[in-house]
């Protein structure tokens, strides 16, 4: 398995350029997630899909921020108008059961640089 | 409001030596406890995991300990080695809970 693929792994736009992430999950996981880490924050949890529905949009920052996923082999977040401050990576991830005794499977990331 | 807190960004241990990574938690409904290890460019790997009815488990020169009273955990590798050095993210998750809340991360330097 190819386990998850993320695309571009590296991102330079300008600000108040739209930017659009992609994601790939493991074939077979039902759930897929979104995180973005930085120096200050850490990881945190942007949203989570759970069969192709979003369950949980409350770390989104702000309606900059957008995510999809029409079908079990593929998601995007988009930021559109992006900014300086949304520089980071991004992580997707998934997941056969999110429960407490499975673990996510994260893909290399996406590090974004805005202008 | 960080609910899962590693108060030490870095942590530098010669090889060959224990590393200890602390972990401390605000939310007492959570029952799950993860370890995560990133090198640069990758994502982060699961590496270790524990129950909250256990205190400690177990896996090669990795182990991890918890005590809820304190609401603390940490990781411990013995003996360290070069490869070890990397990002470790504590995270922990609660009783029939999809998320899994991850701290800032602690990054483990092994020197030679």
């Known amino acids: 398995d190819a386990g998850v693929i993320q695309s571009p792994r590296h991102e330079v736009t300008e600000m108040g350029q739209e930017v659009t992430l992609r994601c790939k999950p493991i074939?077979?996981?039902?759930?897929l997630f979104w995180y973005r880490q930085t120096m200050m924050r850490g990881l945190e949890l942007l949203i989570y899909?759970?069969?192709?529905?979003?369950?949980?949009d409350s770390g989104m920052p702000e309606d900059r921020f957008s995510a999809k996923m029409p079908n079990a082999s593929f998601s995007t977040l988009k930021i559109q108008p992006s900014e300086p401050r949304d520089s980071a990576v991004y992580f997707c991830a998934s997941s056969v059961n999110p429960s407490s005794t499975d673990t996510q499977y994260f893909g290399p990331g996406t590090r974004l640089t805005v202008l | 409001d960080q609910q899962v807190k590693q108060n030490s960004p870095s942590l530098s241990v010669q090889e060959g030596r224990i590393s200890i990574l602390n972990c401390d938690y605000t939310n007492s409904m959570f029952d799950y406890f993860l370890w995560y290890k990133k090198y640069p460019a990758e994502g982060p790997t699961f590496l270790i995991s524990i129950s909250s009815i256990k205190d400690k488990n177990e896996d090669g020169r990795f182990t991890v300990f918890l005590n809820k009273s304190a609401k603390h955990l940490s990781l411990h590798i013995v003996p360290s080695q070069p490869g070890d050095s990397a990002v470790y993210f504590c995270a922990a998750s609660g009783v029939r809970d999809d998320k899994i809340i991850f701290g800032k991360g602690t990054r483990l330097h092994i020197l030679p």
């Open positions: 074939s077979g996981h039902d759930y």
């Open positions: 899909f759970n069969n192709n529905v979003p369950i949980d």
